[in-house]
């Protein structure tokens, strides 16, 4: 993989940063593969190692966070409990596989305890936009003994601390993990992802909210700031 080509059309790059795809896939569904679906696909199938009948939750449905509950999905969990403050995400999370949905993490953890008989999740992925040190106390609240959670969210380099429970942490035996990319290996597993696609899997088309010429490039930027788009795409005529 290379750097960001940001907005070009075309890009030079290594010839070990490229990975081939086949001619036939539509090419705006295939970006989406280069960074936000593998990252949260991975997340919660590769780095979560989320099994079936687990109880997951995804926190932030952005880009990133519905493919973690594309990913939850596939890997066979019971329960895909999305979390996210905008009514139009958290129905877009049910159209691909979540089970319920939640406007804050406040608000989802009663329901998480009722619906697991007090066990708690599984399994833990924090996709926010930004992730803050004071969220992971709620975050790892939610995670039930031996559970683990997941970063993949970015925080600003500047924040060294986290709200952390640390004797919960030892005695419920539960694990923080850091990802990127998912974990994945882009090489073996983009080409995977696109196979998940081309037999209908893995959603991408369903992804893609409102595609955008260059010159609406400010248009895009608004909308994503204002949490009306699950993923907008920049086209090329």
Sequence with gaps: MAKLGTFSEYATVAEASLIKVE????????ALVSCGVATGWGSATNRADTQPGDTV?????????????????MAGAKRIIAVDPVEFKREKAMELGATHTFASMAEALPHIAELT???????????????????????????????????????PMQETTA???????????KEVKGTIFGSLNPRADIP????????????????????????????????MRDGENIRGVIVYD
């Design 23 to 30: 001619k036939d896939l539509p090419l705006d569904a295939v």
């Design 57 to 73: 939750v995804v926190v932030g449905i952005g880009g990133i966070g519905i493919n973690a509950v594309q990913g939850a999905r």
């Design 163 to 173: 709200d952390i429970n640390l004797f919960q942490l030892a005695m419920w035996n």
């Design 117 to 155: 008989w007090g066990e708690m999740a599984d399994r833990v992925i924090m996709t926010p936009g930004v992730l803050h040190g004071d969220m992971m106390g709620e975050a790892m609240s939610m995670v039930g003994k031996g559970g683990t959670c997941v970063v993949t969210a970015i925080s």
């Design 192 to 223: 995977k992802l696109l196979d998940l696609y081309r037999v209908g899997d893995l959603k991408l088309d369903e992804l893609i909210t409102k595609r955008y010429s260059l010159d609406q490039i400010n248009e895009g930027y608004q909308a």
